[in-house]
T-cell receptor
Framework: NAGVTQTPKFQVLKTGQSMTLQCAQDMNHNSMYWYRQDPGMGLRLIYYSASEGTTDKGEVPNGYNVSRLNKREFSLRLESAAPSQTSVYFC????????????FGPGTRLTVL | GIQVEQSPPDLILQEGANSTLRCNFSDSVNNLQWFHQNPWGQLINLFYIPSGTKQNGRLSATTVATERYSLLYISSSQTTDSGVYFCAGGLNTGNQFYFGTGTSLTVIP
């Protein structure tokens, strides 16, 4: 089991460029999440998907869109990147049948110039 | 949203010492986890502990749900314990999950 995988690991964008961060899990979890972590802070929830076909806003959704492509995959899109979106992005998954414990991917370090 | 307060924010220990980290929640949660973020940025699950006490080797955790706090105990600390410890909690899977700002632990030989 690979667990939760994320691509790419690193990315540098110019202001105004767009990109999609990919996340996949092989644990058959129902729920998936996208977080961002800024220096010296904890993680903040951007969007989540409680189950396939549903998505909801988290604490900091502005400037992002998500797609729950299927049960395994949950992508995060930046349509027009801004320097304020420079951060480390983490994807996570969980399932109520497994006690709701969240499992995290390795993260994507994004820099917007 | 739910506010999560962690203390202390920073901690320096001599190898072999014990420590207690605390996490307070502003409201009730029924999901609660402790994580260790290593120096490479990886988030490692330590405990899923919405209530009660669990132990895993030198680490143990206790959550008192009725009083909205959780404690993480590290005994006989090692240099590999260095990093940032986060607690996080929320209500039910698929909903909001709130992180504290972490406790940065440095263990010196």
């Amino acid at each position: 089991n690979a667990g939760v995988t994320q691509t790419p690991k690193f990315q540098v964008l110019k202001t105004g460029q767009s990109m999609t961060l990919q996340c996949a899990q092989d644990m058959n979890h129902n729920s998936m999440y996208w977080y961002r972590q800024d220096p010296g802070m904890g993680l903040r929830l951007i969007y989540y998907s409680a189950s396939e076909g549903t998505t909801d806003k988290g604490e900091v959704p502005n400037g992002y869109n998500v797609s729950r492509l299927n049960k395994r995959e949950f992508s995060l899109r930046l349509e027009s990147a801004a320097p304020s979106q420079t951060s480390v992005y983490f994807c996570a998954s969980s399932s109520p049948g497994l006690g709701n414990e969240q499992f995290f991917g390795p993260g994507t370090r994004l820099t917007v110039l | 949203g739910i506010q999560v307060e962690q203390s202390p924010p920073d901690l320096i220990l001599q190898e072999g010492a014990n420590s207690t980290l605390r996490c307070n929640f502003s409201d009730s949660v029924n999901n609660l986890q402790w994580f260790h973020q290593n120096p490479w940025g990886q988030l490692i699950n330590l405990f899923y502990i919405p209530s009660g006490t669990k132990q895993n080797g030198r680490l143990s955790a206790t959550t008192v749900a009725t009083e909205r706090y959780s404690l993480l105990y590290i005994s006989s600390s090692q240099t590999t314990d260095s990093g940032v410890y986060f607690c996080a909690g929320g209500l039910n899977t698929g909903n909001q999950f709130y992180f504290g700002t972490g406790t940065s632990l440095t263990v010196i030989p």
